[in-house]
C-alpha cells in the first residue's frame, strides 16, 4: 500500500459533524473512530490499487476461498471501511455481525496493545491467566437466566457449536442432534452436518456427521397457510417424537433469528414451546447465537426476547470486536458434566482476544449498545418499510434491532429473486456502500451495520439503497401494476 494512501486517510481534514462522537485516545493511529464517517469515492471500486492486489490474491489464495467485494482494506472505525485506494465506504456488513462496537474501537485497541506487549500465549491448558476468567464470568453474568453458569471459550463460531454438541452428548448420554431448516452452523465436518445450505458451504464436502436431523423451522413468510409458532412448535416436535425420539435426543440447537439462512424471524411462541419440551424431556435446548448476540437484537442476547433461557447458548462474532473468540456457556451442571481435559485446543481463550472481549464488552455497557441497536432498528425498519412500499419486489421486510433484511421475490410472488437481491448488492458495493446478501435462495439482502454508526451515515446508507433498487431495474408497484 502506497503511502500516500495512508497519510490520505489519516490526514483528511475532513473531520467534520460526522464524525463519531467517541474521544480519539490515538492520536497517531490509522483506524478507529478518529476516521472521517462519510462515504466519499475517489476511484471506481475496486479501484487500481485493490485491483492489483487482487491479481496477487488470485494467484496466491485458494480458489475455495471468494470475497464479497475486492476493495483492499487500508483502516476501519466507526461506520465506515477505507480502502486502499481511499475510498470512504460506508459499512452496512461489520464483518458479519462481529464488529459491534466498530473496528478498532478504542476500549477495543487499548486492551489488545496492553496486553500483547505482557504476554500473547502461554495456552491456558498449561498454565492460566485471569483473563480467560474474566470473560467467563462477563458471560455467567450477561447471558440469560440467574442459574449458576459456566463457560469454555474457543476460537471460532463453528468449533463453539461443536463443542456444545460434544458437551450436550456427555452430559445427556444420548447421540442424537436436530437442527432446522435454514439453519447455519459452520464449516467443519460436523457443523456442515448442521447447516443446511448445500452450496457453497457443504457441496462434495462429504462424508457428513452423523445423529443430525433436521427438523421444519418456523418461517412465517414461506408457510403454504399461515400457522401460529406453537403450532410450527408442534411440527418440529412431532416430526422430533416420530423420527428420532426424545430418549435418543441430546440437543436441539437453533439460532433464534436463522442468520446465513435469511434473517428467518420464528412466529412468536416457536422458541419458548420448544425450549419448554426439551426441559420436559430432559434434551439440551441450545441457542446459537453466534450473529444475534451481543447486542445485535437489541437485547443482550436475542433469546431474551421471549424470555427464552437456553440451558446452553454459543457466542462468537461480537464478543471480542473482531478478534477470533468463542464461547459456550450455560447450566454449570451440564459445562462440568464432562471429564476433566474433555475440552479445549491450544488457542481457545487467547489471552489477546479475551483482552479484546473485555474491552468490547465494556464498550456495550457504557455506550449502551443494546439500546442503540434498537434505534438502528427503528430506522433501517421505517426506510425498509418506504422501500417495500414502492418496491413490490420486496416480499417482506423483517428482522430485529440492528439485524434486518428484506426478502426480495418476483412481485406479486413468494418466488426469490436471486438476481435483483445480487445485483443490488453489487450497484451498492460500486456506490460506495458495503451489503451482503444471505439465504437458502440468496435472494436476502441483510443490514448488519456496526452498533457505532452515527444515524446521519446509516441514513445516507440506505438512501444509496434505495436509489439502488431504482438503477436495478426493479419495477416499481405502478409499472408493475401495468405490466401484470
Ligand atoms: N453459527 C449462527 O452465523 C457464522 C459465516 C460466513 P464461524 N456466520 C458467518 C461464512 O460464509 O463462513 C456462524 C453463524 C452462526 C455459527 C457460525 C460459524 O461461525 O466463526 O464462522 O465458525
Not at 464449516?187 to 445450505?197: H, S, V
Not at 450473529?291 to 424470555?307: L, V, Y
Not at 482476544?353 to 430506522?379: P, S, V
Not at 457505532?452 to 433498487?469: K, N, S
Amino acid at each position: 500500500m502506497s503511502s500516500d494512501v495512508q497519510s490520505d486517510i489519516h490526514g483528511g481534514s475532513d473531520t467534520d459533524s460526522h464524525t463519531a462522537s467517541h474521544t480519539d485516545s490515538h492520536g497517531g493511529l490509522l483506524g478507529g473512530p478518529t476516521l472521517p464517517q462519510h462515504r466519499h469515492l475517489v476511484t471506481e471500486i475496486p479501484g487500481p490499487i485493490s485491483r492489483a492486489l487482487h491479481e496477487r490474491k488470485t494467484a496466491s489464495v485458494s480458489g475455495g476461498v471468494s470475497v464479497g467485494l475486492p476493495a483492499y482494506i487500508a483502516a476501519a472505525g466507526g461506520g465506515v471501511v477505507v480502502d486502499v485506494d481511499g475510498n470512504s465506504l460506508i459499512d452496512l456488513a461489520a464483518g458479519i455481525a462481529v464488529t459491534s462496537v466498530g473496528n478498532a474501537a478504542p476500549k477495543v485497541a487499548e486492551k489488545v496493545a496492553r496486553q500483547v506487549h505482557q504476554f500473547t500465549h502461554t495456552c491456558f491448558m498449561v498454565v492460566p491467566y485471569e483473563g480467560y476468567v474474566e470473560v467467563c464470568e462477563q458471560l455467567a453474568e450477561l447471558t440469560p437466566g440467574s442459574h449458576a453458569k459456566k463457560s469454555v471459550l474457543l476460537n471460532s463460531g463453528a468449533e463453539a457449536v461443536e463443542n456444545a454438541v460434544k458437551i450436550a452428548r456427555v452430559a445427556t448420554g444420548r447421540n442424537a442432534v436436530v437442527v432446522f431448516d435454514h439453519a447455519y452452523h459452520g464449516r467443519t465436518n460436523l457443523t456442515m452436518a448442521m447447516t443446511a445450505k448445500n452450496a457453497p458451504y457443504k457441496n462434495g464436502f462429504g462424508p457428513f456427521a452423523g445423529e443430525v436431523y433436521r427438523a421444519p423451522m418456523s418461517y412465517p413468510f414461506r408457510e403454504p397457510v399461515p400457522i401460529k409458532g406453537a403450532e410450527a412448535a408442534e411440527r418440529a416436535i412431532t416430526m422430533i417424537e416420530k423420527q428420532v425420539g426424545a430418549e435418543n435426543l441430546a440437543a436441539i440447537v437453533i439460532e433464534p433469528i436463522q442468520g446465513e439462512g435469511g434473517f428467518v424471524v420464528p412466529a412468536e411462541g416457536f422458541l419458548p414451546a420448544l425450549s419448554e419440551w426439551c426441559t420436559k424431556h430432559g434434551v439440551v435446548f441450545v441457542a446459537d447465537e453466534i450473529q444475534t448476540g451481543f447486542c445485535r437484537t437489541g437485547d443482550w442476547f436475542a433469546c431474551e426476547n421471549e424470555g427464552v433461557v437456553p440451558d446452553l447458548i454459543t457466542t462468537a462474532k461480537g464478543i471480542a470486536g473482531g478478534l477470533p473468540l468463542a464461547a459456550v456457556t450455560g447450566r454449570a451442571e451440564i459445562m462440568d458434566a464432562v471429564h476433566p481435559g474433555g475440552l479445549g485446543g491450544t488457542y481457545g481463550g487467547n489471552p489477546v482476544a479475551c483482552a479484546a472481549a473485555l474491552g468490547a464488552i465494556e464498550t456495550m455497557k457504557e455506550l449502551d449498545l443494546a439500546a442503540r441497536a434498537r434505534h438502528i432498528g427503528q430506522i433501517m425498519s421505517r426506510r425498509l418499510h418506504e422501500l417495500a412500499e414502492r418496491y413490490p419486489s420486496i416480499g417482506e421486510v423483517r428482522g430485529r434491532g440492528a439485524m434486518m433484511a428484506i426478502e426480495v421475490v418476483k412481485p406479486g410472488t413468494i418466488t426469490p429473486d436471486a438476481d435483483l437481491a445480487g445485483a443490488v448488492n453489487r450497484i451498492c458495493h460500486s456506490e460506495g456502500v458495503l451489503t451482503l446478501t444471505c439465504g437458502t435462495f440468496g435472494n436476502v439482502f441483510r443490514f448488519l451495520p456496526p452498533l457505532v454508526i452515527d444515524d446521519a451515515l446509516l441514513e445516507e446508507g440506505l438512501a444509496v439503497v434505495e436509489q439502488v433498487f431504482a438503477a436495478a431495474g426493479a419495477p416499481t408497484r405502478r409499472e408493475s401494476a401495468v405490466v401484470g
